[in-house]
């Protein structure tokens, strides 16, 4: 039997950790009067993604707090850091997300949160992205303002591997034809498109979690539901078909939601295929086409149900592992390693199905 | 070969059940030429030739820029169990283009309206979407 290459010599790509962009931090590069108001908040004592004005509302403040040593507000303040923490799990490159504008949808304020947008692509590519090669740029398109994220689609084009969509908290979902710029912009830099969510509550389905009485079931939902909500949406007003050439990524969902969507959209298919006329194939065909990032990786009690679950959405290509450091819930590449994947299969879900997907070669140059 | 009628039996735009070698087929009047159907959708087994009416659909393509239209009018059957739509002429399903039913061979001798089972049920490659 051939020895099992050591997971220190596996080539792994990590398509999500999360930089901390504080509100002091963006100012700089934000265009005025919205600077003021970021400096204007500067110096609030921090809760965990809670700043008021920046990101509202932040996760589990509904909740009693009690003591603990969970180090759950871990953050990741410099690219130094971040090249060290990653070093340290054996990540060899890694597509940075924010910390606070995984809330960007939220914000009402679509001029703001457009300025915001651009601040934070212009200070993640200059103090993050173009000072270590490991790190690469998911740049943030604003929900609020599709013609300006396209725009900026177009500015980052040649510095970014990907194009960010915020989740939680947004409305319309992410298949309105009003967001139609930004998948051209993607589609046209080659650029793909990766859904984040994150737990918010918000009268915006599905973060209408109000019945909910802990975060436990806030959280097992929040990105869940979200991401189902979103690919469904996307694949039920044809962005799938009019963008055949855009790569659509999903994050921070885990992976046992895809043979759901899969084979609840067939089903549906087979009564309603006229309010899709656009569909010449089954949408499980569409879904099994997007990819999948593993964190936060199911856990089941036989860790071999996980590769059964890859296999029923055909997995083995457009799987990709994440991390999603320095998160409460991120997932060292040991945990994801214990699964019985094939040498194959395990080759691919750690380095080289993000390579496609990003479009980069093991240096995380844009091919 | 089976008598199924007379011609006047199946005027253009409707269509009836007949039974064939004891089979029950669909035999269908679309603008004048005879169309047959074995009356058994794909899915579950439903009386898909019970259909009241065959009717137009909804299609969509780069052409029509994405937005549907109303296309194959009186071509079309949806089982009346679930809804699985068919193009009749072809017997191809439509949400499941591999999906084809087994069709029937409809001539007119005389005044009589003659089935037998078609030599090929695969339709022709092109089904009109």
Redesign the interface.
């Known amino acids: 039997m051939a020895e099992r290459t050591p997971l220190s010599e596996l080539l792994i790509v990590d398509a999500d950790v999360h930089v901390h962009e504080s509100p002091g931090a963006l100012a700089p590069y934000c265009d005025p009067p919205w600077d003021v108001a970021l400096r204007s908040v500067a110096d609030v004592p921090e809760r965990y993604l809670d700043i008021p004005g920046f990101s509202p509302g932040g996760d589990g403040t509904l909740t009693a707090r009690f003591p603990t040593s969970h180090e759950a507000t871990r953050m990741v303040h410099t690219p130094e850091q971040m090249v060290s923490e990653l070093h340290q799990i054996g990540v060899d490159l890694a597509v940075l997300f924010p910390d606070h504008l995984l809330k960007l949808a939220v914000l009402p304020q679509a001029d703001y949160a457009a300025a915001l947008a651009r601040a934070y692509n212009a200070w993640l590519i200059e103090e993050w992205t173009s000072r270590h090669t490991a790190l690469l740029a998911a740049i943030v398109a604003c929900p609020q303002d599709p013609e300006d994220a396209a725009r900026e689609i177009e500015r980052h084009a040649d510095r970014a591997v990907a194009v960010y969509l915020p989740c939680a908290g947004l409305d319309p979902l992410w298949g309105h034809r009003s967001y139609d710029p930004i998948y051209d912009a993607a589609q046209n830099a080659g650029l793909p498109v990766l859904l984040h969510a994150v737990t918010v509550t918000s009268p915006v389905f599905p973060f209408n979690n109000h019945g909910f009485d802990t975060e436990f079931a806030r959280h097992s939902t929040s990105h869940t539901f979200s991401v189902m909500a979103n690919v469904i949406s996307m694949v039920s007003t044809g962005v799938v078909v009019r963008f055949p050439r855009l790569r659509i990524g999903v994050t921070e969902a885990g992976i046992s939601w895809m043979p759901f969507v899969c084979n609840r959209l067939d089903k549906e298919y087979l009564e309603r295929r006229r309010e899709v006329p656009f569909l010449t194939e089954r949408p499980s065909h569409y879904v099994k086409r997007i990819y999948v990032a593993t964190q936060p990786i199911e856990e089941p009690e036989r860790l071999r149900d996980i590769v059964t679950l890859m296999a029923l959405y055909d997995g083995d290509d457009t799987t990709v592992f994440a991390s999603d450091w320095p998160h409460h819930d991120f997932d060292h590449p040991m945990k994801l390693d214990m699964v019985p994947l094939s040498p194959e299969q395990r080759a691919k879900v750690f380095g080289e199905n993000a390579l496609a997907l990003f479009g980069i070669d093991r240096e995380g140059r844009r091919a | 070969m089976t008598v199924v009628g007379r011609l006047a039996d199946f005027p253009e735009g409707t269509h009836r059940i007949v039974t064939v070698d004891g089979r029950e087929v669909g035999v269908f009047n679309i603008g004048g030429r005879l169309y047959g159907l074995l009356n058994r959708c794909a ?1 579950q087994g439903g009386p898909l030739c019970a259909a009241r009416r065959t009717t137009g ?5 780069a052409d029509s820029g ?1 937005q ?1 239209r109303w296309a194959l009018e009186g071509e079309v059957v949806a089982c009346p169990w ?4 068919y193009h009749v002429p072809t017997g191809r399903c ?4 591999e999906i084809a039913l087994r069709r029937y061979d409809v001539v007119v001798h005389g005044d009589d309206v003659v089935v037998s089972p078609a030599s090929s049920h695969r339709p022709p490659a092109a089904s009109g979407r």
């Not at chain 2, 659909?57 to 393509?61: E, G, I, K, N």
């Not at chain 2, 679930?82 to 739509?85: I, S």
């Open positions: 899915h659909t909804l299609v969509a393509d994405w549907p679930h809804g699985l739509e439509l949400a499941f283009p």
